[in-house]
């Protein structure tokens, strides 16, 4: 069992940074592949960002050079740095994890994950 816990999400202003952690407890083997998502009502949740266990990252064509995925040596904390936000960034934003017995191409498919965070708010005024 993986038990993901978010926080860092807030209200920014459009151009300015935040940074979202996500600490993972109990089952580490269980989150080999780590992703952010993002949801705002009405719309489907959708990939943001994924990372392997080995450090390879795959991001959605929108945050590409803005925002970063990483997580730390031990792989128990993930972290997300969104520089230069926009408004269009606002949105309910989860951590997800699972073991990865995939083809990371699809590191950005919700249907791929088995663990998720109870999400944190990221609002960007312009």
């Known amino acids: 069992q993986v038990r993901l816990v978010e926080a860092g999400g807030g209200s920014v202003q459009a151009g300015e940074s935040l940074r979202l952690s996500c600490t993972v407890s109990?089952?580490?083997?269980?989150?080999?592949?780590m992703a952010w998502f993002r949801q705002v009502p009405g719309k489907e949740r959708e990939g943001v960002a994924a990372?392997?266990?080995?450090?390879?990252?795959t991001y959605v064509d929108s945050v590409k050079g803005r925002f970063a995925i990483s997580r730390d040596r031990a792989k128990t904390t993930l972290r997300f740095q969104m520089d230069k936000l926009k408004p269009e960034d606002t949105a309910m934003y989860y951590c997800?994890?699972?073991?990865?017995?995939?083809?990371?191409?699809?590191?950005?498919?919700?249907?791929?994950?088995?663990?998720w965070g109870q999400g944190t708010q990221v609002t960007v005024s312009s």
């Open positions: 109990e089952d580490t083997n269980g989150a080999r592949v």
């Open positions: 990372i392997a266990y080995n450090g390879r990252t």
């Open positions: 997800a994890a699972d073991e990865g017995t995939w083809n990371f191409g699809e590191a950005l498919s919700r249907h791929r994950y088995k663990y």
